[in-house]
C-alpha cells in the first residue's frame, strides 16, 4: 500500500474493496460490497478503522467499477476513513447508481451531504461526546435526510446515551430517518443500551455490530 493521498483526475485512494456481510443500519445482515476510501480528518476515542488514516492505492473509478462489477452483489457500501474528503466520491457514488447498484454512503456527518446524488442512501453518524469529535456535528446535514436515510449514533457509556437520547427527542430525528443506537464494541454492553431504550420508551432501533458478533476486530470482513 502506498501512503500516497493525491490521487489523478477522476480517481479515489482506496484502502480496500471486499465482499462481507453488513453489520449495521437498516441493511444489516445482507450481502454488500464495502469500497472503503483513505483518509480521515476526525480522531474518534473508539475508532476500529484506524489503518484507513493513511494506507491507500489511487484507482481510477472504471478500475473501481470492474473490482465492484467481479463480486456480483447488487449492494455496495463507500465508506472510510472519511469518504466525503475526497472530491470524486459524489462521482463514484453516483457511477455506481448509474450501473444499477443500491448504493448506501457512510459519513462522520461533519462534512456536507447536500452534493451526493439523492438516489443514495446516507448513513450519518452523529458523534457522542465520548467520540471526542461531538463539535464537529454538521447539524444542518439533517435537512438533507430522507426516510430510506439513517442516523446512527455510537453509544459508549451513559452519558453518550443521555446526550443522543436528547438529541432524539429535541430534534424528534425518528422523522427524519431510522435511529440507530450502537454501544461501543466490548465497552459498553449491549444488554445494558437496550435496556435504557425500553426504560425511556425511545423511537431507536438497538443495532449490534453484526460483522464484529461473526469475525470480531478482523480487517477486511
Same mark, same amino acid.
Given at each position: 500500500?502506498?501512503?500516497?493521498? =493525491?490521487?489523478?483526475?477522476?480517481?479515489? !485512494? !482506496?484502502?480496500?474493496?471486499?465482499?462481507?456481510?453488513?453489520?449495521?443500519?437498516?441493511?444489516?445482515?445482507?450481502?454488500?460490497?464495502?469500497?472503503?476510501?483513505?483518509?480521515? +480528518?476526525?480522531?474518534?476515542?473508539?475508532?476500529?478503522? =484506524?489503518?484507513?488514516?493513511? @494506507?491507500?492505492?489511487?484507482?481510477?473509478?472504471? $478500475?473501481?467499477?470492474?473490482?465492484?462489477?467481479?463480486?456480483?452483489?447488487?449492494?455496495? $457500501?463507500?465508506?472510510?476513513?472519511? *469518504?466525503?474528503?475526497?472530491?470524486?466520491? *459524489?462521482?463514484? %457514488?453516483?457511477?455506481?447508481?448509474?450501473?444499477?447498484?443500491?448504493?448506501?454512503?457512510?459519513?462522520?456527518?461533519?462534512?456536507?451531504?447536500?452534493?451526493?446524488?439523492?438516489?443514495?442512501? &446516507?448513513?450519518?453518524?452523529?458523534?457522542? *461526546?465520548?467520540?471526542? @469529535?461531538?463539535?464537529?456535528?454538521?447539524?444542518?446535514?439533517?435537512?438533507?435526510?430522507? *426516510?430510506?436515510?439513517?442516523?446512527?449514533?455510537?453509544?459508549?457509556?451513559?452519558?453518550?446515551?443521555?446526550?443522543?437520547?436528547?438529541? &432524539?427527542?429535541?430534534?424528534?430525528?425518528?422523522?427524519?430517518?431510522? &435511529?440507530?443506537?450502537?454501544?461501543?464494541?466490548?465497552?459498553? +454492553?449491549?444488554?445494558?443500551?437496550?435496556?435504557?431504550?425500553?426504560? +425511556?420508551?425511545?423511537? %431507536?432501533?438497538?443495532?449490534?455490530?453484526?460483522?464484529? !458478533?461473526?469475525?470480531?476486530?478482523?480487517?477486511?470482513?
Amino acid at each position: 500500500m502506498t501512503r500516497n493521498l =493525491e490521487a489523478p483526475p477522476e480517481s479515489l !485512494v !482506496v484502502n480496500e474493496i471486499f465482499h462481507s456481510i453488513q453489520g449495521e443500519a437498516s441493511h444489516a445482515g445482507v450481502p454488500c460490497v464495502f469500497v472503503r476510501l483513505t483518509a480521515c +480528518d476526525l480522531r474518534c476515542r473508539w475508532c476500529d478503522t =484506524e489503518y484507513a488514516f493513511h @494506507e491507500g492505492t489511487s484507482l481510477p473509478i472504471p $478500475e473501481i467499477l470492474a473490482r465492484v462489477a467481479a463480486f456480483d452483489c447488487p449492494l455496495v $457500501e463507500v465508506t472510510g476513513g472519511e *469518504p466525503l474528503l475526497q472530491r470524486h466520491t *459524489p462521482g463514484l %457514488v453516483r457511477a455506481l447508481l448509474d450501473q444499477g447498484h443500491e448504493v448506501l454512503i457512510e459519513t462522520g456527518g461533519h462534512l456536507d451531504i447536500g452534493g451526493l446524488d439523492p438516489r443514495a442512501r &446516507v448513513i450519518l453518524d452523529l458523534k457522542c *461526546p465520548g467520540s471526542g @469529535e461531538v463539535a464537529a456535528n454538521r447539524w444542518e446535514n439533517l435537512d438533507h435526510l430522507a *426516510p430510506k436515510d439513517a442516523i446512527k449514533f455510537v453509544i459508549a457509556d451513559r452519558p453518550d446515551y443521555d446526550w443522543a437520547s436528547d438529541a &432524539v427527542r429535541r430534534l424528534e430525528l425518528q422523522r427524519k430517518a431510522p &435511529v440507530f443506537f450502537s454501544p461501543v464494541h466490548a465497552e459498553l +454492553d449491549p444488554a445494558q443500551l437496550a435496556a435504557w431504550i425500553l426504560a +425511556d420508551r425511545l423511537p %431507536v432501533r438497538l443495532q449490534i455490530q453484526i460483522h464484529k !458478533v461473526l469475525w470480531g476486530e478482523r480487517r477486511g470482513v
